[in-house]
Each structure stands twice: as C-alpha cells, then as structure tokens.
C-alpha cells in the first residue's frame, strides 16, 4: 500500500547526490549562474567589517592597475562552494577539507561565475554508510576564464536503498595525490596588477613582504560574536542550501540541537581579522589546504592568529611577493596564546579553523 | 485646559486615513518613489536565498531576452506594497486578501517606482468600529510602463472621532466583484522573452511544463527559521512603515506581546522554498488570490508545499506555458503531508499563508 | 624572562594612539579608502527604513537639479567617522560631542572617501589617567571636495607606559573654541539644486519650510527595537573597528556586560524616525552639535521627536530654506511628552541622544 505521500506527492525535488551515485572522472555543472554586484559586495562587508583596501576603494584598485576594486577573493569562493552543494553535498556529513586551491582573475561586479566540479577520488568507509567523495571544483567568469579552482573532499552517506540489502564495496578506493601547497609557479598574479605606487599609509599599515619572517605568529587581538542572522544571511547570499544552517525546527532534535554555522563563514571572519596585524596581504592567490576543526554556533566569538609559513619570491616581480601563511581561528579565545594543539598533541578544543592559504604582499 | 502637548505639540505626523476616509472613487499618489539597484537584490538574496535563474543571472536573462537580470518579482510586490501602507493600511486591524494580482513588465536595477491607489469597495462592518476596503494599486516604472498591478482588501479602524458621537453608517456597502484568478488573455509575457534555448541544466531541474500535471502536489523539503533582525531589515528595505513590525516596546503590550511579521516576508519565503521542485517557474505574472491564514513570530521555522491547479497553454507561444499554483506556507511543519485544513474543514493550524499564483514555465 | 608571547608574537598589530600620542597641529591620514555603491544605501535602507525622497528615487532627485539620488547624509557621516576610529579613539573612554559639523557635496554610488583628521586641541584629565582630544576630520571625494568636515572630542585613554612611572603632565590643555552652530555662510547648498517644482505629494508631506515655526515640538511615534545582528552590520558596513560593538566574550566581562551600540546607529534611526512629520527636510548641511547622553544596548526600543530651534533663510534662494532642529532620541519612552531633562534638570535617564543639526527644506 502506497504512503499518502505517494498517492499526491511529486518526486521533483532534489535528492543530492549519495557515495553510491559518485565515481572517479564524473563531471557536474551546477546550477545556478550567478552575476555578482556591488550589492554582494556591501553584504560581505557588513557581514565581515573587512577593511583590506583593494575590495574597499576602486580608486586603490586603479592606482594598482585594476579597472576597479574587485570582489573580496573569499566572497568568491563562498559563491562558487554555495553552488556545489546541491549536487555535491547535499547529504554529506561532513566537509573534510580543502587543497590545492588557485584563484585566479579577479571577480568584478557584474560578472557571472558558473561553476563546475569533476570527480577526482571516492573512498567507501569500513561502515559501510558513508564514503569519502574527492572533487576539483572551478568558477570560471562569463569569458570562460578560470576565477577559482579548487579540492575538497566530503564524507557523504549511502542512500537508504544502497544500504539495504547490504551490497558489498561497488568501487576499489581511489585517493588523489594532492600537493602540500600550490606550486610557486602556478600562482596567479594578474598581469595588470603593479605595485610599484603602492600606498601603505592609505592600505592601513607600514609593514609589507621584507617586513614577515618565517615563523612569525601574529594575534589579531580582535573578536566578533556571531549572530543567527548574520551567518543565515550569509549563506543564502551565496545560494548555499545546506539545510543544517538555517532550520532551527529540525536541527533542534539533531546531534548539536542547533543550527551550524556554515565553516566558510568562519574562513571570512578570521580573513577580516587578520587585517589587524596582515594589513598588506591585499590579495588571495592560494588555499593550500584547511580543516573545519570543530562547529561553531551562533553567540560564539571568533578570534584569530597567523602564522608565517613560508616567504615567496615571484619570478620577475621586484614589486610583490607572497606568504604562505597559517590562518587559525579559535572560539572564545582570544588568541593571546596562538591556541592550536592540546597537551596531548590533538587540537585545541576552542580552535575552529585551521587555513594554509598564500597571500600577495608589495615589496 | 490644552495638555502640556497640545501647548507644544505639532500635528504634522502622518494619522493615515480612518474607515470614514476612505470613499469609493478615491485616488492616492503615494510617496516616496523608489529606485531600484543590484543592492536591493542582493539583500533579497541574503533574505531568502532564492534561486530562481533569472534574477541571478544577468548571463541566463540574456539568454532568453531580457535586457539584464530582472530583480525578484515578489521584491517588486513588496516595494509597491511597502508604499500603500502609510495612505491604506496605517490603522489597520488586518491584511484580508489580495485578487487580480498582475506583473507587467520587469524591474531592472537603475529603475525607479512610483505607486498610486484607488478605493474600488468600502463595507463598514457591525461592529461600527471597522470596515473593510477594497483598493486596487498600481506600481509604474520611469516610463510609465506597469509593473505590477494588484487588489487588497483590509480591515480598517474608524478614527475616535468618527465613533463618539456614535454616527449611523455614513455609506451604503459597496464590494466589488473581484476573479477568482486573472484572466490568461490578461497575463503579460514580455514580448522580447523566448525560451527556445532555455538551458535546464543551468536552471536546476530538468522538469518542464509538459512534465507537471494538475493536482500534482510537492512538499518543498527545506525550512527556514526566521530571526527578528532579518524580517525588520526586509521590512524596512520595503519602506514598509507598518508599526507592528518593528517595535517591540509596543507590541509586548499588545494583542501577540511581540512584533508580528510582515506578511510578504512569508510570501517570499516560501517562495524561495519552492524552488526545490519548482525549479522553473521562473517568472512570476499573477496573483490570483491569497490569504495570510496566521501570524507568524521570530523563531518560527518556515515550510512550503505547492500544487498545481491549472495548466495554461499560451496563445502563439510553444516555447512557454503557465502553471497556476497554490503555494501554501506551514510553520513548524514540514509540509510532508500537505497541511491545508484541520479535521472539521477550518484552517490547519500550521498553515500561515494559502496563495493562488500563476508562474510561467518553458514547455 | 620573555614572556611566551614575546618569543614568537610579532608588534605588528594597531595599538591604537594613546593620549600621549596626540599633539596639536598633528595630521593623520586615516586607511582604507572607502568607495560607496547602491549596495551600501541598500543596506543603510534595510537598517533604519529611512524615507527621504532625495536618497530613494534618482528621479526625483533628477527633478531637483542633481545627477542621480545621492547617498543619505549620515551614511556619509558614518563613513567618514568609520575611518578615524583605529587612529583616534581605539583607546577612548567615551565620545564626547561634536560641532561643526558641514556638508558639503553629496556623495554619489562611485563615488570614494578618504578621510583626515586634524588634532585641534588636548587637556590631560585631573585624574592623570586620561585626556580629551578634539580632532576635526575631513572626508574628501575623489575630486578632493570636501564631502563632510566635523569637529568631535573625545576622552582617551593613557598608555600603560605613560602612566608607570607617573610624569608631569606632558603639555598645557589648549581647548579650541567652537562655535555654538555653523554660521549659515559656511552652510553647503549644491548650486546644480533647485526646488521650484518640488512635488510634496511623492515627498510624502504638504509642510514646507513656511509651515514650520520656531519652538514647534514634533514627536515622531514611531519606535524601533534594535537587534545584535543590524548594529553588528551597520558598523561593520562603516568599517568601524571599535572592539566594544562586535565582541561579547570580552564585553560581557566589561562594564555593561553587553555590547555597547554604536551612537552614530541611534542617529541613523533617529534621522529615519524623524521622517514622520518632517519629511520635506530632505538634506542635512550641518551638525551644529550633539552627545551620545547614554548607552543602547540591543532590544532597546528608540524613538525619537523634534524641536525646531531656528529657521534660517538662505541668501539668493526663495525656493529653499534651513530650519536649524533638536533631534533628541530615547530608548523605551515614546516621546509623546517630549523627554529631555529630568526633575532636578539633569537628563532625562530614557534620553540617549540629544543632536543639533541643520536641515534643507523647500518653501
């Protein structure tokens, strides 16, 4: 006998994606395109307080050889990721990590990203619920050029009719081999881009690439306490419908009782952050690698702390270098004393975001 | 003796119209017009998180027509809505209903919205302290070009002065005889959109208007909870002035003891919701009817089912047809049974908005 | 022995410039360089709800001789004001006042503001622990004309440094003498503005200039409860870093045990609320003065209400006037008899905001 829901009820809404339904080599296109304006620009920085300088004035842009101020690179990549969720983890339990992340030409307002992914790597888990789904996701603006290109990997489960009867493995297990960091050499550095001119009085700080060595932590001394508007606000900006961040009468009965805050959001506060202290890193060029540590939750408070990991010489550019450096952004904590692990070598349990990302520096 | 105000005070505050204002016949030009940007749309966005193709895309728009990405058309009902409110709705009990809702041509970013009323029926109610009127508003871009026509009918409070002395009715009911749904011949479809490349896969869904059928009935899946600071920026974004929204100071004292939420706010909600099944309803042209069966309050989760009443062929066009719907918002429901009525034929008590709407769809 | 922290932690971070640090005469050039778009005026329109003609629709504004509808005044207040805060008053004890204040060219979406601060006066506090510095701050366009030009003062505190070993006071106080009001030459009317076809049917009230009389009190009736989430992003939108707004974990351990508001978004809503019964004052041109006379916290309800303290004709001009205005805000009182002082003619303790500013009218 049929459910009632059966009797009436359409099957035209989206399942997502399950383990079973990946394999190495599959290609996606996301719906939806997005154009991008200067109205998504205003949100991101009511929703941040960013004050990096290219995103905040076109004339700084200019006086460095962009048409106008770009989009934030972080607003970006929430708008690519936003769109891979329907087909890549709408049933995912969790969003395991990040590698070898590119940006590429900036975005401006009035361009439109369409977003891509292909299936790099899917690994089924000693469970037998659940598996882990590789892909190489990519935004290309309305030329075709390459905007974001990016890895992430997923645990997501089987569907229900996958489990049951109980099949045995459908796939050999197949991992990529992902590179510790982007190389040097496939970095983007817009040609137009020069910073010869550049002004560190008006960018907010003194100190630039020669300024960092190696192995030097900084505390962003700074904290934002995170409202459910605020982080709801910004997740449907980026179209992202993950469910667990904005249904209260479901997440109430789940296993935190809560809604969770989308992890990017915490990326973008730790960004802004780190203005304090970073005030020169004017433009991502890499994500070489990031966890989501543990969940953060509406009334939690961010704090966060850099590291840096490495100086980079550019080839053939006596105006910029790059740092790669280690973003880290703790809850309620202020950071003082760059948390990151606990005595035992695990991690800090007030430590929520553990970024490796590359970022430009006039010289 | 004058009290300490009357010796002060100033009486330039807008009262709004009483019942024994309004007469049938009468016109209102409403202030302010109202410009329209890629801001406004990107706050829409960050509100609902729809992600119907056309407003997000100026690319997609392209592709079937238009000029540019169009803005979201219930944006557009609210800010012609917004602007009736100081002139219709200030002493208002409740909202009633909403007949021979027509969208004309789309707003555009750089637009700009000038709103007029006219009273079409006035029905004092037993009680002598109220009545019911009937007004049908008109929004109109820069050129005079209509963009959004519809009727409303609310409950309006007679003025003290009107009640004491007690007068007899001061006018014999007048109720206009209002469609049951607007008319296909009346729907505007702009002429410069075509669907025949229409692109399903960008879109979302690869269903059509061939492949839905009358009685279908889809439960949405997703649910928002609404928080207080989003409602009132939605609010406020409308230049919706109406007091319950936004003064909790007031309104704990009132009938809810907390700030109710603008019923349109609902509406958009759930129709951000159903794009999941509905992918391709991508452009609203009328409002058949509608009623806001319930009060809805911050913390309150938002659900949405809709069913297909109607499927209407398009005179000379093959590339397009209609679908008229009924949208039904629940709170704190899943719509997984379809809540409509209770067990004795009253409203279910879940159901918080029962709407008839008709969307175009490419076939 | 170093301290943890001084071992691997860098100095590169703002501390902010301490009493001490401030000197008359000196000249700071405030970061970052903001550029303002409809994104911006969307977000100010969502938080307050404001209706001034000007700033809603470019065709009116169009109709009185500018380009298109210019930003809203305080958005441009709090902009410029935004940017002084990392040099000025990260160490501050309390905003003191204002005066000064002038308007000058409008702000248009495109347009960029960089701000300057001059320091015009210091007098180091009895209590050896704090000082008063005055500043005026300039914001410029991209043309260099001046945008906004105020004078504030503000209570700074010492440095750790400068305290320990407790020095003489290092210079003799020199307190600027301000003027009582900006004299009406020195008041900006843009030449291209007209208002011989002023429509006060869309600007949403017949009073004009000459319906306004000197000592006429105008209670606005209106109130407005404010939420963590809009005064988070309201000044973070204005790239204000003040740490007192945003973070709860350490200003719940603080002296009010919340996050204190910032008062610049009690002007804001007071300016909006202010609409209802003024609302042909469609330009502010000066800041004569103003206190934040006590804190707001969220959930605080603001209303606000009107006194006309002057009206000012303008040389050379019959179609427009200034009507110099007390706009006094409070928190959970409606206004309706007038609050300001309390009985022993101290303030009134539900008076947050006492401002004194000039406003444009028609006539």
Redesign the interface.
Known sequence: MPS??EN???S???KGNFFEDFHVGMSL?H?????V???????Y?????S???LA?????ARSVGLAQ?PLDDFLAFHLVFGKTV?DISLNAVANLGYAEGRFGVPLF??D?V?TTSEVIGTKENSNGKTGVVYVRSTGRN?YGEMVLEYVRWVMVRMSALALSPRKSPTKAAEVPDLLASVKTSDLTIPEEMTFAGFDS?????P?LWG??KV???????????I????H??????Y?N?A?VH?????EGQGRFGR?LIYGGHIISLARSLSF????NAVKVVALNGGTHVAPTFA?D?I?AWSEVLEKIELSGRSDVGALRVRLVAAK?N?C???PLRDEQGGCHPDVVLDLDYTVLMPR
Chains 1, 2, 3 share one sequence.
């Open positions: 009632k829901n009436l009820g359409s035209k809404t989206n296109k719906a939806t395109p997005r154009t304006t200067a109205g998504d620009q205003a949100l920085q009511a929703l941040y307080g004050r990096f300088v905040s004035s076109d004339e700084f101020a329907p307002p009035g439109t369409t309305q009085v008006l960018s907010g700080s100190y300024d960092y192995g030097e932590r900084i505390a962003h001394v700074d904290g934002m306490t409202e459910e508007a605020e709801q606000m910004a997740t449907r900006l179209q419908t469910k904005f249904n209260q009468h479901s809604r304090n202290g970073m005030e009334g408070t704090y309620n202020d003082g004393d760059f």
